[in-house]
Structures are given as structure tokens and as C-alpha cells.
């Protein structure tokens, strides 16, 4: 069973930049397509970016141009680069890995989930 967990979370003013990290432990994500989701306080959990076994990026609408989503299969890790941050952004972000020939930016299909890192945009 793979173990994922982010890191990389922290205060940023608005404007700034920070990237995520999703290591994993127990498997390797060779196998796995791998997304980015977030949840921020009285909302619903929402996809950010999710990439293939390939390495294909989808992004959310609202996201594309700002956030870059990447992974390294020799390191087992895939990467959130945000950047142009805003306060909107703030909101606990998680990774989840699943099995399939798509991502997907819907929580449903994703079997193994992070415990999240918490990213707040604030002056």
C-alpha cells in the first residue's frame, strides 16, 4: 500500500510563491496518477492539478497559468509549484494517488490520500 505525504506548506504573502511536495513511501507512484486537491474552511474539497503516469498535466480551470503541477519517478515524488498566489488560495492541500489511464480532478477515484499541508496567502 503506498503512503503519501505533503510537505512544503507555510504563510505567504499574497503575490509569493511556495511549491508542494507529495513523497511517497511503501510503493512507487510509477503506476499511479497523482492530483492535487484542496479544501479551505466551509467549502467543499476541490481539484487543483492532477498528472499522469506520463507526466500530462490537467489543471483547473481557475488555476492554469498560476500553478504547474510535475513529477520526478526517480525520486517518488510529484511537485505543486504555485506561484501569483492570493488569499484565495488558502486552504489545506492534499495529494491523492489512483489507478487509471486518466487523472482526474474529481476526489472520488483516488484510493490513497495525504494527511494534507496547510497553505495560507496573508499580508
Known amino acids: 500500500q503506498v503512503q503519501l505525504v505533503e510537505s512544503g506548506g507555510g504563510l505567504v504573502q499574497p503575490g509569493g510563491s511556495l511549491r508542494l511536495s507529495c513523497s511517497a513511501s511503501?510503493?512507487?507512484?510509477?503506476?499511479?496518477?497523482i492530483g492535487w486537491f484542496r479544501q479551505a474552511p466551509g467549502k467543499e474539497r476541490e481539484g487543483v492539478s492532477c498528472v499522469t503516469t506520463g507526466g500530462s498535466p490537467t489543471y483547473a480551470d481557475s488555476m492554469a497559468g498560476r500553478f504547474t503541477i510535475s513529477r520526478d519517478n526517480a525520486k517518488n515524488t510529484v511537485y505543486l509549484e504555485m506561484n501569483s498566489l492570493k488569499p484565495e488560495d488558502t486552504a489545506v492541500y492534499y495529494c491523492a494517488a489512483q489507478l487509471g489511464s486518466r487523472c482526474k480532478l474529481e476526489p472520488r477515484p483516488y484510493k490513497y490520500w495525504g494527511q494534507g499541508t496547510q497553505v495560507t496567502v496573508s499580508s
Open positions: 511503501g510503493s512507487t507512484l510509477d503506476y499511479y496518477n
